[in-house]
């Protein structure tokens, strides 16, 4: 684990509810680190830390998490908290001027983690 400084915030995780269809519910989860916490392995242990209360608090079987597909340390960071990646999002956001590609990564209360 990684020490923190307890008196000041690194960032913050989020999660939202989605569904596929008709009983197929699943979290979507976010993450912002302040530019002076990035690359401490604080966004990684959040996310999976994340999850451990997701599935444990929540009947889900997915929990799923969409970014850039230039942000190489975030992909890096949700593959190691066992994430795996499931595609491109093809021109899914409109961003400096132009289309931009997304990656999109799900883990699956069953998928082997830790």
């Given amino acids: ?5 307890e008196q000041n915030a690194a960032g913050y995780v989020s999660f939202t509810a989605g569904s596929y269809g008709a009983g197929a519910r699943f ?20 996310q999976a830390m994340l999850c451990d209360y997701l599935f444990t608090h ?6 799923q998490a969409g970014t850039h597909a230039e942000n190489v340390a975030e992909q890096k960071s949700l593959v190691k908290a066992g994430f ?8 899914c956001e ?3 001027g132009q ?14 983690f830790g």
Wanted: without cysteine; proline residues 5%; charged residues 25%.
């Fill in 1 to 5: 684990m990684v020490e923190v400084d």
């Fill in 27 to 46: 979290w979507e989860i976010g993450i912002a680190l302040l530019p002076q916490w990035r690359g401490r392995g604080i966004g990684w242990q959040a």
């Fill in 58 to 63: 929540t009947p889900v079987q997915r929990i």
């Fill in 84 to 91: 795996q990646l499931e595609g491109v999002i093809r021109s």
């Fill in 94 to 96: 409109f961003r400096a």
């Fill in 99 to 112: 289309w931009r590609d997304g990656q999109m990564y799900s883990r699956l209360r069953d998928d082997p």
